[in-house]
């Protein structure tokens, strides 16, 4: 692998929320000649790729996969239940509930936009007040993110379902789970989620590329419903492929689907439940740091109730231009680089660089955790920037107790 003379000796580490950091056994799996697509052993391992993500969304519904980043599976799932002229009600609390938005109004959509902030959770009073106003259901979709990957915060999606029955409205409930499928607790069935749509880099540790879009069965009759749907997002001939380029429409991402199916293995192997566990426990010892940082100095959590946070991502805080300079140091110092802020004020706002995220979503343990926060800590050291002493000792102590 080609070494950045820039970068110091030793492994260098990435801990932004997305792309996440690649298994071996993924990289090893992609590491192939190109594979024949009309025969053989990659046509042959659709059905069990297919009923192996099911397991991971914990759904009985269909999915239907692209060649797509998080953006083409938003377009993907809204192209297939929502015409020109049709109303969704989105529930944004940051930037990516916002680009969502966006891009069912670029389809024709007309967006109504329930704003949270940039630091709390979808409140579901307002959800079903706002469903409850709409007494001609109008509204034909809800839009929610589950975690909102730029500020962090994680709504509560079966809060969302019970606001929306409690409304008596018929809507769709469509969930983004493109920073939370595979590492916070999620039941698309078990929450009455309709679509939920995901990407492979980040929760399932692929490369990007590959995007997913989970539907049930009312769902598929809402786009049975449809007067039309582009032929390529279209998800019925996806969803109910009998042969292999049914599934993509055309040439399949060969060795993203290898790489697929070498992180559905480690996922099953491992447990989902066993995975839920794992980011919770890492998510809490990097609380416990940042608590105590923040304590005695400058640093502050973008989410205070420890309830609402992420567990695969964290968003935090210094006076600008801290965030920046910290982040440069980790980088070229450790070969440990951390998120920028995003969706928090204007990249051109000098406030910007006062804005930075860990990512610690897929393929993480303990010593990658006490190695990230200790490289921070290191930073805020080096830099002399007021923290309080002691968050790598409060951190460990988590992760000591499991
Ligand atoms: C990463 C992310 C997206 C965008 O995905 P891309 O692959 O960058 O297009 C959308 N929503 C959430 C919650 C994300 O974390």
Redesign the pocket.
């Known amino acids: 692998m080609p070494h950045s003379p820039k970068a110091p000796a030793g492994r260098s580490y990435l801990a932004i929320?997305?792309p996440s950091v690649m298994p071996e056994s993924v990289l090893n799996a992609m590491h192939r000649p190109a594979p024949n697509i009309y025969d053989g052993e990659l046509p042959e391992m659709m059905p069990a790729l297919v009923a192996d993500l099911r397991r991971v969304a914990r759904t009985e519904g269909h999915v239907a996969i692209y060649i797509a980043?998080?953006?083409?599976v938003?377009e993907a799932a809204l192209s297939n239940v929502i015409s020109p002229g049709e109303k969704v009600l989105v529930l944004a609390t940051g930037f990516?509930g916002h680009?969502w938005a966006g891009m069912a109004e670029g389809l024709g959509a007309e967006a109504q936009v329930l704003d949270f902030g940039k630091s709390a959770t979808v409140d579901p009073a307002r959800v079903a007040e706002t469903l409850k106003a709409d007494r001609a259901h109008e509204i034909k979709a809800v839009l929610a993110?589950h975690?909102?990957?730029s500020s962090s915060v994680r709504n509560d999606i079966a809060a969302v379902r019970a606001a929306m029955d409690a409304a008596g409205h018929p809507a769709l409930l469509m969930a983004?789970c493109?920073?939370s499928l595979g590492c916070d607790v999620f039941e698309m069935d078990g929450w009455g989620v309709d679509v939920m749509v995901t990407?492979s880099?980040?929760g399932l540790m692929v490369p990007?590329g590959m995007g997913f879009v989970f539907f049930n069965d009312k769902a598929a009759a809402v786009r049975r419903a449809m007067p039309r749907v582009s032929n390529y997002w279209d998800w019925t001939p996806r969803a109910e492929a009998q042969q292999f380029s049914h599934y993509w429409n055309g040439t399949a991402p060969t060795h993203h689907v290898y790489g697929l199916r070498a992180a559905l293995d480690m996922i099953h192997a491992e447990g989902i439940e066993a995975i839920w566990a794992r980011h919770a426990m890492l998510a809490r010892a990097i609380w416990a740091a940042c608590e105590t940082w923040a304590a005695g100095g400058a640093l502050q959590l973008n989410i205070q109730d420890p309830a609402h946070r992420s567990h695969a991502v964290t968003s935090l805080h210094l006076p600008a231009p801290q965030a920046t300079a910290l982040r440069e140091w980790t980088e070229r110092e450790l070969g440990l680089t951390l998120g920028i802020g995003l969706g928090m004020v204007d990249v051109n706002d000098p406030a910007w660089h006062g804005f930075f995220r860990l990512g610690h979503m897929g393929h993480v343990n303990g010593h990658m955790i006490l190695g990230l926060l200790g490289g921070i800590e290191a930073g805020l050291k080096a830099l002399d920037i007021p923290h309080g002493a002691g968050g790598l000792s409060a951190a460990s102590e988590v992760i000591a107790q499991g």
Do not use: S
């Not at 980043?69 to 083409?72: A, C, E, R, S, T």
């Open positions: 929320p997305g980043n998080g953006h083409g938003w990516f680009g993110v975690v909102d990957t983004d493109i920073a990407g880099q980040k990007p």
